[in-house]
Protein backbone atom coordinates (compact mmCIF):
# COMPACT_ATOMS: atom_id res chain seq x y z
CA UNK A 1 0.00 0.00 0.00
CA UNK A 2 1.39 4.14 -0.29
CA UNK A 3 0.69 6.17 2.07
CA UNK A 4 -0.55 9.26 0.89
CA UNK A 5 -0.50 13.06 2.45
CA UNK A 6 -2.78 15.56 0.65
CA UNK A 7 -3.61 19.18 1.57
CA UNK A 8 -6.79 20.69 0.24
CA UNK A 9 -9.35 23.56 0.04
CA UNK A 10 -12.75 23.33 0.13
CA UNK A 11 -15.71 26.07 0.12
CA UNK A 12 -17.85 24.18 3.31
CA UNK A 13 -21.12 25.91 2.48
CA UNK A 14 -23.38 23.04 1.39
CA UNK A 15 -21.62 20.41 3.39
CA UNK A 16 -22.33 18.42 6.60
CA UNK A 17 -18.89 18.93 8.07
CA UNK A 18 -15.93 17.00 7.79
CA UNK A 19 -16.83 13.89 9.38
CA UNK A 20 -18.96 11.17 7.77
CA UNK A 21 -22.18 10.45 9.64
CA UNK A 22 -22.90 7.01 8.89
CA UNK A 23 -24.47 7.38 5.51
CA UNK A 24 -26.06 10.39 6.12
CA UNK A 25 -25.83 13.88 5.14
CA UNK A 26 -22.89 15.11 2.51
CA UNK A 27 -19.49 15.83 4.20
CA UNK A 28 -15.99 16.58 2.88
CA UNK A 29 -14.54 12.77 4.06
CA UNK A 30 -17.53 11.26 2.62
CA UNK A 31 -16.78 12.86 -0.77
CA UNK A 32 -13.09 12.11 -0.65
CA UNK A 33 -13.58 8.43 0.25
CA UNK A 34 -16.54 8.06 -2.57
CA UNK A 35 -13.97 9.02 -5.05
CA UNK A 36 -10.86 7.32 -3.67
CA UNK A 37 -13.24 4.26 -3.66
CA UNK A 38 -13.48 4.37 -7.69
CA UNK A 39 -9.92 4.95 -8.09
CA UNK A 40 -8.55 2.37 -5.96
CA UNK A 41 -11.09 -0.27 -6.85
CA UNK A 42 -11.35 -0.83 -3.28
CA UNK A 43 -12.76 0.81 0.02
CA UNK A 44 -10.49 3.75 1.15
CA UNK A 45 -10.37 5.64 4.50
CA UNK A 46 -9.19 9.02 5.08
CA UNK A 47 -7.69 10.37 8.33
CA UNK A 48 -8.07 14.47 8.39
CA UNK A 49 -6.32 16.91 10.31
CA UNK A 50 -9.47 18.09 11.86
CA UNK A 51 -13.05 18.08 11.94
CA UNK A 52 -14.31 20.95 10.79
CA UNK A 53 -18.08 21.62 11.62
CA UNK A 54 -21.10 22.54 8.72
CA UNK A 55 -20.45 25.08 7.02
CA UNK A 56 -16.73 25.95 8.00
CA UNK A 57 -14.53 26.58 5.42
CA UNK A 58 -10.55 25.16 4.59
CA UNK A 59 -7.57 27.11 2.99
CA UNK A 60 -5.41 23.78 3.57
CA UNK A 61 -7.12 21.20 5.49
CA UNK A 62 -4.67 17.63 5.39
CA UNK A 63 -5.68 14.42 5.30
CA UNK A 64 -4.00 11.04 4.82
CA UNK A 65 -4.88 7.75 3.57
CA UNK A 66 -3.87 4.27 2.00
CA UNK A 67 -4.43 3.15 -1.33
CA UNK A 68 -2.83 0.31 -3.50
CA UNK A 69 0.65 0.30 -4.81
CA UNK A 70 0.82 1.32 -8.31
CA UNK A 71 -1.22 4.98 -7.80
CA UNK A 72 1.13 7.51 -7.51
CA UNK A 73 0.34 11.31 -5.51
CA UNK A 74 0.32 13.04 -8.85
CA UNK A 75 -2.18 10.62 -9.93
CA UNK A 76 -4.08 10.86 -7.02
CA UNK A 77 -4.18 14.49 -6.54
CA UNK A 78 -5.54 14.89 -10.84
CA UNK A 79 -7.99 11.92 -10.95
CA UNK A 80 -9.41 14.29 -7.25
CA UNK A 81 -9.40 17.23 -8.97
CA UNK A 82 -11.22 15.88 -11.92
CA UNK A 83 -14.42 14.07 -10.10
CA UNK A 84 -14.51 15.90 -7.07
CA UNK A 85 -17.38 18.87 -7.10
CA UNK A 86 -16.18 22.02 -7.95
CA UNK A 87 -16.04 23.51 -4.05
CA UNK A 88 -13.26 20.87 -2.77
CA UNK A 89 -9.69 20.99 -4.73
CA UNK A 90 -6.76 19.14 -3.87
CA UNK A 91 -3.68 21.35 -3.35
CA UNK A 92 -0.91 19.14 -2.68
CA UNK A 93 -0.43 15.00 -2.61
CA UNK A 94 3.05 13.42 -1.47
CA UNK A 95 4.14 10.19 -0.28
CA UNK A 96 3.57 10.23 3.72
CA UNK A 97 5.91 8.99 6.26
CA UNK A 98 5.42 5.37 7.60
CA UNK A 99 3.93 6.46 10.76
CA UNK A 100 2.74 9.86 9.82
CA UNK A 101 -1.20 10.50 11.18
CA UNK A 102 -2.98 13.82 9.77
CA UNK A 103 -4.51 14.35 13.12
CA UNK A 104 -2.58 12.73 16.17
CA UNK A 105 0.81 14.73 14.53
CA UNK A 106 -0.59 17.75 14.02
CA UNK A 107 1.47 20.19 16.44
CA UNK A 108 -0.61 23.34 15.50
CA UNK A 109 -3.44 24.31 13.94
CA UNK A 110 -4.22 27.88 12.68
CA UNK A 111 -7.53 29.28 12.36
CA UNK A 112 -9.09 32.32 10.74
CA UNK A 113 -12.53 34.32 11.32
CA UNK A 114 -13.48 37.10 8.99
CA UNK A 115 -16.15 39.74 10.06
CA UNK A 116 -17.92 42.04 7.77
CA UNK A 117 -18.43 45.83 9.44
CA UNK A 118 -19.63 47.76 6.83
CA UNK A 119 -23.69 47.94 5.90
CA UNK A 120 -23.67 44.97 3.20
CA UNK A 121 -21.15 42.18 2.74
CA UNK A 122 -19.06 42.40 -0.42
CA UNK A 123 -20.80 40.30 -3.18
CA UNK A 124 -17.82 38.34 -3.75
CA UNK A 125 -17.28 37.18 -0.43
CA UNK A 126 -20.79 36.87 1.17
CA UNK A 127 -20.69 33.12 1.55
CA UNK A 128 -17.10 33.27 3.45
CA UNK A 129 -17.84 36.27 6.01
CA UNK A 130 -20.01 37.02 8.94
CA UNK A 131 -21.95 39.92 8.15
CA UNK A 132 -21.96 42.08 11.88
CA UNK A 133 -23.50 45.14 10.58
CA UNK A 134 -21.02 47.13 13.23
CA UNK A 135 -18.15 48.10 13.98
CA UNK A 136 -17.00 46.90 17.25
CA UNK A 137 -13.89 48.37 19.42
CA UNK A 138 -11.05 45.81 17.64
CA UNK A 139 -8.80 47.56 20.78
CA UNK A 140 -10.95 46.36 23.37
CA UNK A 141 -10.79 42.52 21.43
CA UNK A 142 -7.41 42.25 21.23
CA UNK A 143 -7.55 43.06 25.34
CA UNK A 144 -10.16 40.29 25.27
CA UNK A 145 -8.10 38.22 23.60
CA UNK A 146 -5.12 38.50 25.24
CA UNK A 147 -6.39 36.36 28.23
CA UNK A 148 -7.30 33.54 26.12
CA UNK A 149 -3.51 33.22 25.31
CA UNK A 150 -1.23 30.44 26.99
CA UNK A 151 -2.48 26.76 28.45
CA UNK A 152 -5.56 27.54 29.81
CA UNK A 153 -8.74 25.12 30.83
CA UNK A 154 -11.45 26.39 27.84
CA UNK A 155 -14.30 24.27 29.26
CA UNK A 156 -16.63 27.20 28.75
CA UNK A 157 -15.61 27.65 25.10
CA UNK A 158 -16.50 24.19 24.48
CA UNK A 159 -19.62 23.20 23.02
CA UNK A 160 -19.44 19.54 23.96
CA UNK A 161 -21.45 19.55 26.96
CA UNK A 162 -20.15 15.92 27.86
CA UNK A 163 -16.76 16.29 27.03
CA UNK A 164 -15.26 13.88 29.26
CA UNK A 165 -11.63 13.99 28.01
CA UNK A 166 -9.00 17.08 29.15
CA UNK A 167 -10.14 20.92 27.70
CA UNK A 168 -7.27 21.88 28.49
CA UNK A 169 -5.33 23.62 25.84
CA UNK A 170 -2.43 25.86 24.47
CA UNK A 171 -3.44 29.41 21.86
CA UNK A 172 -0.26 30.50 20.68
CA UNK A 173 -1.93 33.45 19.57
CA UNK A 174 -4.48 35.10 18.26
CA UNK A 175 -4.26 38.32 16.16
CA UNK A 176 -6.55 40.86 15.16
CA UNK A 177 -6.50 43.14 12.40
CA UNK A 178 -8.55 44.98 10.42
CA UNK A 179 -8.94 45.18 6.39
CA UNK A 180 -11.41 47.84 5.33
CA UNK A 181 -14.07 47.31 6.89
CA UNK A 182 -13.48 43.70 7.68
CA UNK A 183 -11.85 42.40 11.07
CA UNK A 184 -9.98 39.43 10.49
CA UNK A 185 -9.16 37.09 13.91
CA UNK A 186 -6.53 34.21 13.22
CA UNK A 187 -6.23 31.82 15.99
CA UNK A 188 -3.22 29.94 16.72
CA UNK A 189 -2.83 26.61 18.94
CA UNK A 190 -1.89 23.15 19.69
CA UNK A 191 -5.72 22.09 19.13
CA UNK A 192 -9.41 23.43 19.39
CA UNK A 193 -12.27 22.25 21.30
CA UNK A 194 -15.58 21.78 19.59
CA UNK A 195 -16.66 25.40 18.54
CA UNK A 196 -14.29 26.56 20.35
CA UNK A 197 -13.06 29.04 17.54
CA UNK A 198 -16.65 30.56 17.17
CA UNK A 199 -17.29 31.03 20.91
CA UNK A 200 -14.07 32.69 21.68
CA UNK A 201 -14.83 34.84 18.22
CA UNK A 202 -18.32 35.66 19.63
CA UNK A 203 -17.21 36.25 23.17
CA UNK A 204 -14.56 38.44 21.63
CA UNK A 205 -17.14 40.28 19.21
CA UNK A 206 -19.44 41.28 22.92
CA UNK A 207 -16.35 42.65 24.16
CA UNK A 208 -15.67 44.90 20.65
CA UNK A 209 -19.67 46.20 20.86
CA UNK A 210 -19.28 46.91 24.28
CA UNK A 211 -21.51 44.35 25.97
CA UNK A 212 -18.71 42.67 28.30
CA UNK A 213 -15.37 44.28 29.83
CA UNK A 214 -12.22 42.67 28.23
CA UNK A 215 -11.44 40.76 32.16
CA UNK A 216 -14.70 39.70 31.66
CA UNK A 217 -12.64 36.60 29.95
CA UNK A 218 -10.92 35.88 33.04
CA UNK A 219 -13.91 34.98 34.71
CA UNK A 220 -15.63 33.40 31.81
CA UNK A 221 -12.64 30.69 31.78
CA UNK A 222 -12.88 30.48 35.81
CA UNK A 223 -15.95 29.46 35.64
CA UNK A 224 -15.74 26.59 33.07
CA UNK A 225 -19.11 26.89 31.92
CA UNK A 226 -20.24 27.31 28.71
CA UNK A 227 -23.46 29.45 29.42
CA UNK A 228 -21.06 32.23 31.06
CA UNK A 229 -19.14 32.37 26.69
CA UNK A 230 -21.00 34.96 24.41
CA UNK A 231 -22.70 33.52 21.48
CA UNK A 232 -21.11 31.08 18.66
CA UNK A 233 -20.12 32.55 15.63
CA UNK A 234 -21.72 31.46 12.69
CA UNK A 235 -20.00 28.53 10.58
CA UNK A 236 -20.16 30.49 7.44
CA UNK A 237 -16.98 33.82 8.52
CA UNK A 238 -14.70 30.27 9.44
CA UNK A 239 -11.67 28.97 7.68
CA UNK A 240 -8.85 25.89 8.64
CA UNK A 241 -5.86 27.87 7.33
CA UNK A 242 -3.15 25.62 7.69
CA UNK A 243 -2.16 22.37 10.02
CA UNK A 244 1.87 22.71 11.09
CA UNK A 245 3.43 19.02 11.74
CA UNK B 1 -36.62 65.97 -8.43
CA UNK B 2 -33.23 64.27 -7.09
CA UNK B 3 -30.60 63.47 -9.52
CA UNK B 4 -28.36 60.04 -8.04
CA UNK B 5 -25.50 58.92 -8.49
CA UNK B 6 -24.26 55.13 -7.69
CA UNK B 7 -21.61 53.03 -7.46
CA UNK B 8 -22.80 49.02 -7.54
CA UNK B 9 -20.58 45.76 -7.52
CA UNK B 10 -22.82 42.49 -8.41
CA UNK B 11 -22.29 38.73 -9.02
CA UNK B 12 -23.63 38.79 -12.30
CA UNK B 13 -24.27 34.16 -12.33
CA UNK B 14 -27.48 33.97 -11.56
CA UNK B 15 -28.61 37.35 -14.04
CA UNK B 16 -29.48 38.02 -17.29
CA UNK B 17 -27.29 40.75 -17.87
CA UNK B 18 -27.80 44.20 -16.60
CA UNK B 19 -30.24 45.90 -19.01
CA UNK B 20 -33.97 44.99 -18.57
CA UNK B 21 -36.05 43.28 -21.35
CA UNK B 22 -39.51 43.72 -21.30
CA UNK B 23 -41.43 41.44 -18.30
CA UNK B 24 -38.58 38.67 -18.83
CA UNK B 25 -35.73 37.60 -16.96
CA UNK B 26 -33.80 38.82 -13.70
CA UNK B 27 -31.45 41.45 -14.38
CA UNK B 28 -29.45 43.70 -12.22
CA UNK B 29 -31.35 47.07 -13.48
CA UNK B 30 -34.96 45.14 -13.14
CA UNK B 31 -33.97 44.70 -9.02
CA UNK B 32 -32.74 48.65 -8.69
CA UNK B 33 -36.05 50.02 -10.16
CA UNK B 34 -38.01 47.33 -8.44
CA UNK B 35 -36.51 48.30 -5.23
CA UNK B 36 -36.60 52.26 -5.77
CA UNK B 37 -40.30 52.58 -6.52
CA UNK B 38 -41.14 50.79 -3.28
CA UNK B 39 -38.59 53.45 -1.92
CA UNK B 40 -40.00 56.10 -4.24
CA UNK B 41 -43.56 55.29 -4.57
CA UNK B 42 -43.05 55.77 -8.29
CA UNK B 43 -41.84 54.64 -10.53
CA UNK B 44 -38.02 55.02 -11.08
CA UNK B 45 -35.92 54.10 -14.22
CA UNK B 46 -32.52 53.68 -13.95
CA UNK B 47 -29.46 54.29 -16.67
CA UNK B 48 -26.58 52.16 -16.29
CA UNK B 49 -22.89 52.67 -17.87
CA UNK B 50 -22.42 49.84 -18.96
CA UNK B 51 -25.02 46.97 -20.09
CA UNK B 52 -22.86 43.82 -18.91
CA UNK B 53 -24.19 40.61 -20.53
CA UNK B 54 -25.80 37.64 -19.04
CA UNK B 55 -23.22 36.35 -16.00
CA UNK B 56 -20.65 38.94 -16.28
CA UNK B 57 -19.90 40.78 -12.74
CA UNK B 58 -19.35 44.09 -12.50
CA UNK B 59 -16.87 45.51 -9.46
CA UNK B 60 -17.80 49.05 -9.88
CA UNK B 61 -20.96 49.62 -12.25
CA UNK B 62 -21.88 53.11 -12.43
CA UNK B 63 -25.77 54.08 -13.07
CA UNK B 64 -27.84 57.08 -12.15
CA UNK B 65 -31.69 58.22 -11.68
CA UNK B 66 -34.10 60.73 -10.58
CA UNK B 67 -36.22 60.19 -7.51
CA UNK B 68 -38.64 62.33 -5.39
CA UNK B 69 -36.86 65.51 -3.77
CA UNK B 70 -36.96 64.43 0.06
CA UNK B 71 -35.06 61.16 -0.42
CA UNK B 72 -31.16 61.64 -0.27
CA UNK B 73 -28.14 59.58 -1.60
CA UNK B 74 -27.53 58.15 2.09
CA UNK B 75 -30.88 57.10 2.53
CA UNK B 76 -30.95 55.58 -1.16
CA UNK B 77 -27.86 53.67 -0.28
CA UNK B 78 -29.32 52.14 2.88
CA UNK B 79 -32.28 51.02 1.52
CA UNK B 80 -30.71 49.95 -1.78
CA UNK B 81 -28.18 47.87 0.50
CA UNK B 82 -30.85 46.48 2.74
CA UNK B 83 -33.75 45.41 0.36
CA UNK B 84 -31.83 44.43 -3.08
CA UNK B 85 -30.20 40.22 -2.94
CA UNK B 86 -27.12 39.78 -1.54
CA UNK B 87 -25.15 39.82 -4.99
CA UNK B 88 -25.96 43.34 -5.80
CA UNK B 89 -24.44 45.44 -3.31
CA UNK B 90 -24.39 49.92 -3.57
CA UNK B 91 -20.88 51.01 -2.95
CA UNK B 92 -21.43 54.84 -3.06
CA UNK B 93 -24.55 57.38 -3.56
CA UNK B 94 -24.52 60.49 -4.04
CA UNK B 95 -25.82 63.82 -5.66
CA UNK B 96 -25.30 64.07 -9.69
CA UNK B 97 -24.86 67.38 -11.60
CA UNK B 98 -27.92 68.27 -13.74
CA UNK B 99 -26.59 66.91 -16.86
CA UNK B 100 -24.80 63.98 -15.90
CA UNK B 101 -26.08 60.66 -17.48
CA UNK B 102 -24.05 57.78 -17.04
CA UNK B 103 -23.64 56.02 -20.28
CA UNK B 104 -23.11 59.64 -22.38
CA UNK B 105 -20.75 60.85 -20.13
CA UNK B 106 -18.59 58.23 -19.57
CA UNK B 107 -15.12 58.75 -21.06
CA UNK B 108 -13.64 55.11 -20.04
CA UNK B 109 -14.31 51.83 -19.08
CA UNK B 110 -12.20 49.24 -17.20
CA UNK B 111 -12.86 45.52 -17.86
CA UNK B 112 -10.72 43.09 -16.53
CA UNK B 113 -10.83 39.09 -17.56
CA UNK B 114 -9.69 36.44 -15.40
CA UNK B 115 -8.45 33.00 -16.60
CA UNK B 116 -7.26 29.92 -14.21
CA UNK B 117 -4.71 28.11 -16.13
CA UNK B 118 -4.12 25.20 -13.08
CA UNK B 119 -5.88 22.17 -13.30
CA UNK B 120 -8.83 23.38 -10.97
CA UNK B 121 -10.06 26.45 -9.96
CA UNK B 122 -9.81 27.99 -6.30
CA UNK B 123 -12.88 26.77 -4.95
CA UNK B 124 -13.59 30.70 -2.84
CA UNK B 125 -13.06 32.21 -6.93
CA UNK B 126 -14.90 29.61 -8.83
CA UNK B 127 -17.48 31.78 -10.11
CA UNK B 128 -15.64 34.25 -11.40
CA UNK B 129 -12.57 32.66 -13.18
CA UNK B 130 -13.06 30.80 -16.62
CA UNK B 131 -11.02 27.67 -16.44
CA UNK B 132 -8.92 27.06 -18.98
CA UNK B 133 -6.50 24.36 -17.87
CA UNK B 134 -3.46 25.38 -19.70
CA UNK B 135 -0.97 27.35 -19.44
CA UNK B 136 -0.76 29.71 -22.49
CA UNK B 137 2.20 31.74 -24.00
CA UNK B 138 1.77 34.97 -22.23
CA UNK B 139 4.64 36.68 -23.93
CA UNK B 140 2.61 35.76 -27.17
CA UNK B 141 -0.79 36.89 -25.85
CA UNK B 142 1.05 40.50 -25.21
CA UNK B 143 2.31 40.63 -28.33
CA UNK B 144 -0.81 39.64 -29.92
CA UNK B 145 -2.76 43.09 -27.59
CA UNK B 146 -0.50 45.27 -28.67
CA UNK B 147 -2.22 45.31 -32.03
CA UNK B 148 -5.41 45.45 -30.41
CA UNK B 149 -4.87 49.00 -28.54
CA UNK B 150 -5.34 52.51 -30.30
CA UNK B 151 -8.52 53.44 -32.98
CA UNK B 152 -9.60 50.88 -34.57
CA UNK B 153 -12.91 49.41 -36.02
CA UNK B 154 -13.65 46.80 -34.26
CA UNK B 155 -15.98 44.89 -36.21
CA UNK B 156 -14.52 41.57 -36.00
CA UNK B 157 -14.75 41.63 -32.29
CA UNK B 158 -18.19 42.39 -32.35
CA UNK B 159 -20.92 39.63 -32.14
CA UNK B 160 -24.06 41.78 -33.17
CA UNK B 161 -24.09 41.11 -36.78
CA UNK B 162 -26.88 43.62 -37.33
CA UNK B 163 -24.53 46.61 -36.22
CA UNK B 164 -25.49 49.51 -38.19
CA UNK B 165 -23.66 52.00 -36.06
CA UNK B 166 -19.97 52.64 -35.91
CA UNK B 167 -18.00 49.90 -35.17
CA UNK B 168 -14.75 51.71 -34.09
CA UNK B 169 -13.97 52.29 -30.66
CA UNK B 170 -10.21 53.24 -29.04
CA UNK B 171 -8.51 51.06 -26.44
CA UNK B 172 -6.67 52.87 -24.73
CA UNK B 173 -4.64 49.73 -22.90
CA UNK B 174 -4.58 46.16 -22.49
CA UNK B 175 -2.82 45.03 -19.50
CA UNK B 176 -1.72 41.47 -19.12
CA UNK B 177 -0.23 40.13 -15.74
CA UNK B 178 0.39 36.73 -14.40
CA UNK B 179 -0.63 36.06 -10.39
CA UNK B 180 -0.03 32.78 -9.68
CA UNK B 181 -1.90 30.37 -11.66
CA UNK B 182 -3.85 32.92 -12.96
CA UNK B 183 -3.57 35.24 -16.00
CA UNK B 184 -5.24 38.50 -15.37
CA UNK B 185 -6.05 40.59 -18.29
CA UNK B 186 -7.00 44.41 -18.01
CA UNK B 187 -8.65 46.58 -21.08
CA UNK B 188 -9.57 50.15 -21.01
CA UNK B 189 -11.13 51.70 -24.23
CA UNK B 190 -13.69 54.65 -25.00
CA UNK B 191 -16.17 51.68 -25.37
CA UNK B 192 -16.66 48.28 -26.00
CA UNK B 193 -18.96 46.61 -28.43
CA UNK B 194 -21.48 43.39 -27.61
CA UNK B 195 -18.92 41.09 -26.32
CA UNK B 196 -16.03 42.59 -27.87
CA UNK B 197 -13.64 41.69 -24.65
CA UNK B 198 -14.73 38.88 -24.28
CA UNK B 199 -14.03 38.07 -28.19
CA UNK B 200 -10.70 39.70 -27.49
CA UNK B 201 -9.87 37.74 -24.73
CA UNK B 202 -10.73 34.02 -27.02
CA UNK B 203 -8.70 35.28 -29.26
CA UNK B 204 -5.91 36.24 -27.67
CA UNK B 205 -6.18 32.71 -25.65
CA UNK B 206 -5.78 31.04 -29.01
CA UNK B 207 -2.98 33.17 -29.79
CA UNK B 208 -0.97 32.00 -26.11
CA UNK B 209 -1.91 28.10 -27.18
CA UNK B 210 -0.47 28.96 -30.47
CA UNK B 211 -3.23 28.30 -32.39
CA UNK B 212 -2.84 31.84 -34.44
CA UNK B 213 0.97 33.81 -34.47
CA UNK B 214 0.70 36.99 -32.73
CA UNK B 215 0.39 38.75 -35.73
CA UNK B 216 -2.99 37.05 -36.79
CA UNK B 217 -4.91 40.00 -34.80
CA UNK B 218 -4.00 42.62 -37.66
CA UNK B 219 -5.49 40.34 -40.62
CA UNK B 220 -7.99 39.49 -38.25
CA UNK B 221 -9.09 43.88 -38.22
CA UNK B 222 -8.74 44.42 -41.65
CA UNK B 223 -11.09 41.62 -42.14
CA UNK B 224 -14.15 43.27 -40.83
CA UNK B 225 -15.28 40.11 -40.08
CA UNK B 226 -16.51 38.41 -37.11
CA UNK B 227 -16.04 34.55 -38.29
CA UNK B 228 -11.76 35.24 -38.73
CA UNK B 229 -11.56 36.30 -34.84
CA UNK B 230 -11.51 33.81 -32.23
CA UNK B 231 -13.92 32.00 -29.70
CA UNK B 232 -15.88 33.76 -26.92
CA UNK B 233 -14.61 33.35 -24.07
CA UNK B 234 -17.10 32.51 -21.52
CA UNK B 235 -19.09 35.48 -18.96
CA UNK B 236 -18.04 33.93 -15.77
CA UNK B 237 -14.56 35.46 -16.18
CA UNK B 238 -15.29 38.86 -16.78
CA UNK B 239 -15.44 42.06 -14.59
CA UNK B 240 -16.64 45.76 -15.22
CA UNK B 241 -14.12 46.98 -13.23
CA UNK B 242 -14.82 50.75 -13.14
CA UNK B 243 -16.60 53.90 -15.14
CA UNK B 244 -14.02 56.97 -15.69
CA UNK B 245 -16.10 60.44 -16.46
Redesign the interface.
Known amino acids: MNHIKIVL???GSRYDGWQKQGNTGQTIQGKLEDVLEKLAGVPVEVRGAGRTDAGV?ALGQTADFYIPDPISPPEV??YL??YLP?????LKAEQAGERFHSRLNAVSKTYRYVIETG??????Q?K?VYGLGKRPDVEAMKQGASFLTGERDFKSFCANKKMKKSTVRTVYSIDIREEGSRIILTFRGNGFLYHMVRIMTGTLIEVGLGKRPPEDIKRILAAANREEAGFTAPAEGLFLVKVDY
Do not use: G, L, P, W
Not at 86 to 90: G, K, V
Not at 119 to 124: H, N, R
Open positions: QYDHKSNREDIRIEKKDVFRY
